[in-house]
């Protein structure tokens, strides 16, 4: 039963750090009229059958054939509406991925789409384009950062069509800007061939690894009192890390720059759109350096970097600090990538919004950090 490959190829990648963090990606498998496409919000790793959406592909499709308004936040909604209600009987209880639309789109049986930060120092760089073209010539296509759901589905739907149309194939592997990539094949061995060649052509151009060595999870006097406030400030918990990379990049506010905003959707999901560099290790100077924050962004910082010592996740649960934390590290592991295509590409400041302000992103840190 291909449900049981979908369930298989899912856990394979879940249980993987190096492609999977906090849940983040997505995976589908469909026959002529039923998609079946991960949950929101369920990790990967831990997918059984019932964790995806049957959904009707009829209704998907007859989605391209609507008009919907252009202001986004209505857009999205109808869309959305739209989606749910594409869901096959007996499916009312789940919420599909919000990547459904592009996943049906997608003309192979197996789909996998993945956000590993390998694949993300190619896709959030500054040269990231004109390397894929030169790593993977037309094997792979190339969308520019654009906002997830209906938006991006259809520029994908757009690309799709005109590379089946000068090539006479579609493609299998597609990189998004600022996101990650998407895979697809007729079989599980074929997404995994896919994935290897990804991930072998990337890693044989990168010219320096991140250097997570020393790393340091609590220690005495500064950083207990730091953690102790922080976590107050955040009203629930906060938590601790330094390595070799990360002291690199506190030395000071210019040395931080390399992580100092948002890489993909799924940083801002679980570590915040904006970190907080403080040079104060005093209380009264984090809990100055918090307000201005707060006065700035409109909402509080999941992750502190305080200069000289090393970076605190702070939020609600402790699930939800430690969550921050390890994104945080995979954005150090994004910048330090990206310096080998010309150094790291944030998403700009309207993307960003657009994340911090998406109803359905708003849904999936919900489940996934409680
Ligand atoms: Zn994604």
């Known amino acids: 039963m291909s449900i049981e490959a979908l369930v298989e190829i899912s856990r ?72 749910m209600a594409a869901r096959k009987a007996g499916e009312e209880q789940k919420r599909p991925s919000v990547e459904a639309l592009l996943h049906d789109i997608l003309p192979f049986a197996f789909v996998v789409h993945l956000h590993p930060a390998l694949v993300n120092g190619l896709t959030c760089s500054q040269r990231g384009e ?23 589905a259809k520029q994908v ?10 090539y006479s194939k579609p493609t299998a592997i597609i990189f998004l800007q600022n996101h990650g990539v998407f895979a697809g094949a007729e079989s599980v061995e074929g997404i995994k061939e896919l994935y290897v060649e990804v991930m072998s052509k990337i890693g044989a151009m990168i010219r320096r690894k ?22 107050e400030l955040a009203g629930g918990s906060a938590a601790f890390l330094c390595d070799h990379e990360i002291a690199a990049l506190v030395k000071d506010r210019t ?33 100055e350096a918090w307000k201005n924050h707060i006065q700035k962004t409109g909402r509080n910082p999941k992750i502190i970097a305080v200069q000289g010592l090393g970076v605190f996740g702070a939020a609600a649960t402790e699930k939800a600090a430690g969550l921050a934390l390890e994104l945080f590290r995979d954005a150090v592991k994004v910048a330090v990538y990206a310096e080998s295509f010309g150094g790291p590409r944030f998403m700009t400041r309207d993307q960003i919004e657009f994340i911090n302000n998406w109803e359905v992103e708003r849904f999936r840190s919900g489940v996934s950090t409680k």
């Open 12 to 83: 394979f990648y879940g249980t993987n750090p190096d492609y999977v963090l906090a849940g983040g990606g997505n995976t589908s498998w469909k026959d002529s009229d039923t998609l079946y496409v991960k949950g929101s919000g369920i990790a990967l790793a831990s997918v059984v059958p019932a964790s995806f959406v049957k959904m009707d592909r009829n209704a998907l499709a007859r989605i391209w054939e609507k008009s919907y308004l252009k202001a986004s936040d209505e857009r999205e909604s109808a869309v959305l509406a739209d989606m």
């Open 255 to 287: 040395s931080f720059a390399p992580v100092s905003s948002a890489f993909t959707p799924d940083h801002i999901v679980y570590a915040g759109s904006d970190p907080l560099f403080s040079e104060a290790k005093t209380e009264t100077g984090l809990r």
């Open 157 to 166: 739907k757009t690309a799709m069509e005109y590379y089946l149309a000068k």
């Open 210 to 231: 991140p250097d997570f060595a020393g790393e340091i999870r609590e220690s005495g006097g500064a950083v207990v009192e730091i953690t102790r406030t922080l976590a």
């Open 130 to 152: 004109a390397a894929m073209k030169e790593i993977f010539d037309h094997k792979a296509f190339w969308i520019p950062s654009t906002n997830p759901g209906y938006i991006l």
